[in-house]
């Protein structure tokens, strides 16, 4: 179980470092799909360990939202490349005004 954990922490950093440092919104992106599967991770491991359901349902629960968010982001950043030719993260803070 520790070594299910481990990777769940892995990968969550990885996604969070590439979230804080990446400027371009596809790969920010995947750094938030990376963290959400690793919470997934995390939380079927758990649910495996206390031997019920409630973390799996939880995962199901996340990859829902996770569903959702992929098509809404997605838009997003095509809107964002159609209207600047870019999808960088700085570029999109212009879209404010």
């Known amino acids: 179980?520790?070594?299910?954990?481990?990777?769940?922490?892995?990968?969550?950093?990885?996604?969070?470092?590439g979230?804080?440092?990446?400027?371009?919104?596809?790969?920010?992106?995947?750094?938030?799909?990376?963290?959400?599967?690793?919470?997934?991770?995390?939380?079927?491991?758990?649910?495996?360990?206390?031997?019920?359901l409630d973390g799996q349902v939880a995962a199901f629960?996340?990859?829902v939202v996770a569903a959702a968010e992929v098509v809404v982001g997605l838009s997003i950043i095509v809107s964002i490349y159609r209207a600047r030719r870019t999808t960088s993260v700085d570029d999109a803070s212009l879209l404010k005004s």
């Open 1 to 17: 179980m520790n070594e299910y954990i481990t990777l769940s922490l892995i990968l969550f950093t990885i996604g969070a470092v």
């Open 19 to 52: 979230v804080l440092i990446r400027r371009n919104a596809i790969i920010v992106f995947m750094c938030i799909e990376l963290m959400l599967n690793a919470t997934n991770l995390a939380f079927v491991t758990f649910s495996r360990q206390h031997g019920n």
């Open 61 to 63: 629960f996340v990859m």
